[in-house]
């Protein structure tokens, strides 16, 4: 009997470069560099990678955290679950992409179009999102808060005073006063808006403006007829200036103790006359 040594089988050039690829890519993952988990598109991410166009790929769950993407084509692509937080999208072309349940957070999507995109569930908080088409996108459930530039067809009324009055809660005036503002972009002659904008200023400390919104909410309550709101808006008011006033005598300790409580309790009826409104 004769016995044979087994030659040993080397692998065709087309197959060790296959094996190169998911190597490489796989050693990328592992530096924390994009990574995807299927295999199957593998050759899509490195063709984004390579080219910064993809249209039509499979990127699902792929890890694009801080990718520089910008002007890339991902058209019609397939991105769910995908996390692109922190990445650079600016100027990017997503429409009919699919990002359901993806990551943005904190993304630059600054001239992105998202036409026709399924963006349900996508988070993209902290994302900029200044000049971004959404024309005939799907956001349902999407996370929009602590967004910037969030073009107004996105977002309603209700959602940016509730958002106003959360961060005006945990003392957060100065992100406050942006929602409220905001939202007077979309009614320019909603008073009880410019009283809590005013009472946040009055935290802030700058009277001047938050008496500017406290008179103009009087003015409006008072053309409106709303009798809660003037005679709230105009206590407001008499309260700012008794406790300036009170702050230029040297005498007025006690007295400016009361006042600044009065002040608190205006503030407080501030608040719940507004959560009224939007209720």
């Not at 039509?56 to 694009?64: E, K, P, R, T, V």
């Not at 009277?207 to 103009?216: G, P, V």
């Amino acid at each position: 009997m004769v016995f044979r040594l087994a030659t040993p089988q080397h692998p065709s050039p087309t197959r060790f470069a296959s094996w190169l690829t998911i190597a490489t890519v796989s050693t990328i993952g592992l530096l924390g560099w994009p990574t995807i988990t299927r295999s199957e598109s593998l050759v899509d991410l490195q063709q984004l990678l390579s080219s910064n166009q993809c249209s039509a790929c499979d990127l699902s769950n792929a890890g694009l955290v801080y990718a520089n993407l910008a002007g890339a084509d991902l058209s019609g692509s397939r991105l769910v679950r995908s996390n692109l937080s922190q990445s650079d999208l600016s100027g990017a072309n997503l429409s009919n992409a699919n990002l359901t349940g993806a990551s943005l957070a904190g993304a630059d999507l600054t001239g992105a179009n998202f036409s026709g995109a399924n963006l349900s569930g996508v988070n993209f908080r902290g994302a900029y999102l200044t000049d971004a088409n959404f024309s005939g996108a799907n956001l349902s459930g999407a996370n929009l808060r602590g967004a910037l530039g969030i073009p107004l067809e996105l977002i309603s009324l209700e959602q940016l005073l509730l958002w106003g009055n959360e961060l005006a809660d945990r003392g957060n005036y100065t992100g406050a006063i942006a929602y409220y503002s905001q939202a007077l972009t979309i009614d320019p002659d909603y008073g009880e808006v410019y009283l809590a904008r005013g009472a946040a200023y009055n935290r802030l400390g700058d009277l001047d403006r938050a008496k500017a919104d406290a008179d103009y909410a009087a003015e409006i309550f008072f053309t409106t007829g709303n009798q809660v709101g003037y005679e709230m808006a105009s206590l407001f008011v008499a309260t700012m200036e008794a406790e300036a006033e009170a702050a230029n005598d040297s005498q007025s300790g006690r007295g400016r103790s009361n006042i600044g409580g009065n002040i608190l309790n205006v503030i407080t009826g501030i608040g719940s006359l507004l959560l009224q409104s939007v209720f």
